[in-house]
């Protein structure tokens, strides 16, 4: 990778999109959701080589230990990080992302009240249970139905520094750069680099259009009590250790 691409953090991406020049091709690497096993190989491995990622993670998830629905429905009930080894992650210098409340799916969400909560309420819950800003989120799902526009205008209203999807596409200097289109990382090796190389396909990928807003966050109020989510502090209630960190692994993932 490192001798086809800079390989940069979110940020950096940002200003390179927004500098208006780059003269060598860019990647930068996130997860989504905080699944426990990412923890087992491919962190320890972008850790020892110093390359920079984002990790996104569901605060209910990550705070209640509790399994993805959609992995239960597939019979797969994968375990999630704990809030310590997101803790030990964001001290070890790794950048965390907000990732809604619950996996939600907020393209189909209208209700001012519940996408507050599952965006800035929940990430709100999430910096405090960590102790660390978090400046980035990452839609549930990615695709063009699942984006909102309203949630755009949220985030920026709300002094967040940018926002990604997941339904394919290159980030061309010049382009927006609060918004990062992202490729999943596709284990078909051959086509994941298809993609990073050139696909006809992801070249007339057109950005989301997100410059219309129906809701004028500027003068809306929240609904109390419907975005009062008291949490205890799970650090007093669980003693479960962080997952190891072996810097011996050699696997390398991206998402």
């Known amino acids: 990778m490192r001798e086809r691409f800079d390989l940069v953090s979110f940020e950096k991406a940002q200003q390179l999109i927004g500098s208006g020049k780059n003269s060598r091709p860019a990647l930068t690497i996130t997860f989504d959701d905080g699944y426990a096993e990412n923890c087992d190989e491919a962190i320890p491995f972008l850790l020892e080589e110093k390359i920079p990622f984002t990790y996104f993670v569901t605060t209910e998830h990550i705070m209640q230990q509790t399994v993805f629905p959609h992995d239960a429905e597939l019979g797969n009930p994968l375990p999630v990080n704990s809030v310590e080894s997101i803790i030990a992650l964001a001290d070890a210098g790794v950048e965390i992302g907000a990732h809604t409340r619950t996996h939600l799916d907020l393209g189909k969400a209208t209700d001012p009240?519940?996408?507050?909560d599952e965006v800035i309420v929940a990430t709100r819950e999430l910096e405090a249970a960590i102790g660390h800003r978090i400046r980035?989120?990452?839609?549930?799902?990615?695709?063009?139905?699942?984006?909102?526009?309203?949630?755009?205008?949220?985030?920026?209203?709300?002094?967040?520094?940018?926002?990604?999807?997941?339904?394919?596409?290159?980030?061309?200097?010049?382009?927006?750069?609060?918004?990062?289109?992202?490729?999943?990382?596709?284990?078909?090796?051959?086509?994941?680099?298809?993609?990073?190389?050139?696909?006809?396909?992801?070249?007339?990928?057109?950005?989301?259009?997100?410059?219309?807003?129906?809701?004028?966050?500027?003068?809306?109020?929240?609904?109390?009590?419907?975005?009062?989510?008291?949490?205890?502090?799970?650090?007093?209630?669980?003693?479960?250790?962080?997952?190891?960190?072996?810097?011996?692994?050699?696997?390398?993932?991206?998402?």
Not at 113 to 116: K, N, S
Not at 148 to 174: P, Q, R, T
Not at 181 to 193: A, E, S
Request: charged share 20%; proline share 8%; aromatic share 16%.
């Open 113 to 116: 009240d519940l996408i507050y």
């Open 136 to 255: 980035f989120f990452a839609f549930p799902y990615g695709q063009y139905c699942n984006l909102n526009k309203d949630v755009f205008h949220l985030f920026k209203h709300h002094g967040f520094e940018g926002v990604c999807s997941a339904y394919g596409g290159w980030n061309d200097i010049g382009n927006d750069p609060f918004h990062i289109q992202r490729l999943h990382g596709d284990p078909n090796f051959t086509r994941m680099k298809n993609w990073l190389e050139f696909d006809p396909r992801i070249a007339k990928v057109e950005p989301y259009d997100w410059s219309e807003s129906t809701i004028d966050w500027s003068t809306w109020q929240p609904n109390r009590d419907s975005t009062d989510h008291p949490q205890s502090n799970p650090l007093a209630q669980r003693n479960s250790p962080v997952e190891s960190i072996d810097p011996t692994s050699e696997y390398f993932a991206n998402e």
